[in-house]
């Protein structure tokens, strides 16, 4: 599986674009760009995935590079309920399977 | 509503003893997945399954074993608990394969959260 590199934390103003990066350079075509985030002590939730193309829904974007080796989740008006840790991850589409890792932490300050 | 829930919530246990977490889904997913997640760190795979009697290890799977014996059940049983396995659990279960629409969606319970003394 691959691994991805984000920073460990990230501030924003209420109210602006929050620009979340990550780099997994080592990912393979049959690998996924996953984005959950954690909010306190919750399970992590659902944000988006992408393969190659960028994504929308009605929670983010998500803009991956033509060589696929980065990604950037954009939350586009960021509010104080975004504040969490996000976690970017890649996954096989054979396994399925997540392997989290440190996640960048998002303070959204008013 | 489907819906993915873990008992107990909290549990304090001692060193030594057989604890058993309870993970329940009624999505009929074939995925499940156990994670643990420690103070002021991301989540590590425990144990995963892709169907009924399949079971695979994951990052930390020492002290730990799984059985699926049906699709909507994972428990997960540390067989003598120790201090270093008080963490927060987290179950997870996901649609099998990203054919058909699927956003192959991980759905997480809320938590165990398990004391060892």
Known sequence: DAKTTQPPSMDCAEGRAANLPCNHSTISGNEYVYWYRQ??????????????????????????????????????????????????IVVSSNTGKLIFGQGTTLQVKP | DAEITQSPRHKITETGRQVTLACHQTWNHNNMFWYRQDLGHGLRLIHYSYGVHDTNKGEVSDGYSVSRSNTEDLPLTLESAASSQTSVYFCASSDLGLANGNTGELFFGEGSRLTVL
């Open chain 1, 39 to 88: 909010i306190h002590s919750q399970g992590p939730q659902y944000i988006i995935h992408g393969l190659k193309n960028n994504e929308t829904n009605e929670m983010a974007s998500l803009i991956i590079t033509e060589d696929r080796k980065s990604s950037t989740l954009i939350l586009p008006h960021a509010t104080l309920r975004d504040t969490a840790v996000y976690y970017c």
